[in-house]
């Protein structure tokens, strides 16, 4: 017989559990692809200072931030040989979660962000080459405990002015 003490939850809930376990066929083992920004435009405020306007949703918890590549054709831009070369953004807030439209600045100082701004890169442009940006996500290896960015496909280009 079953005691006063005894709680049809400790004994439902393991149950519960395990069968929800069994059922759940919907899992991957592939890593989930971050969406590229769309670069809407790009303004240059002097002093090697520039804005740029993106287009971004990113609602996932993965999402960690941008990477900008520039080169000198649109398609080196977009094709960079080494995805970690280029320059990482630093958010402004904790996440961009919505699809709107956001202010991004570019600056070789270690200034800190303009009001208004949601990521700063801290970089300096060449006027006449292409800049392509990239969505930086989580990628973590739960059998070797590592970590590592995941980068998401080329946004389209922009020649800085």
Do not use: W
């Amino acid at each position: 017989m079953i005691g006063p003490n005894f709680s049809f939850y400790r004994l439902a809930f393991p149950f519960f559990f395990v069968l929800l376990l069994g059922a759940c066929t919907n899992y991957s083992t592939t890593a989930s692809v971050q969406a590229p920004p769309t670069l809407i435009s790009i303004t240059n405020n002097g002093n090697s200072n520039f804005t740029i306007k993106v287009r971004a949703q990113n609602p996932e918890l993965i999402f960690q931030g941008y990477r900008l590549f520039e080169a000198p054709t649109e398609a080196l831009a977009q094709n960079p040989s080494d995805l970690n070369q280029g320059a990482q953004c630093l958010l402004a807030q904790t996440a961009i979660v919505q699809p709107i439209e956001y202010t991004f600045e570019v600056d070789p100082s270690q200034n800190a962000n303009t009001a208004g701004v949601s990521c700063r890169i801290f970089a300096t442009l060449t006027p006449g080459n292409h800049i392509s940006l990239r969505t930086l996500g989580l990628a973590v290896n739960l059998s070797n405990n590592t970590s590592s960015y995941r980068v998401s496909p080329p946004s389209n280009t922009l020649i800085v002015p």
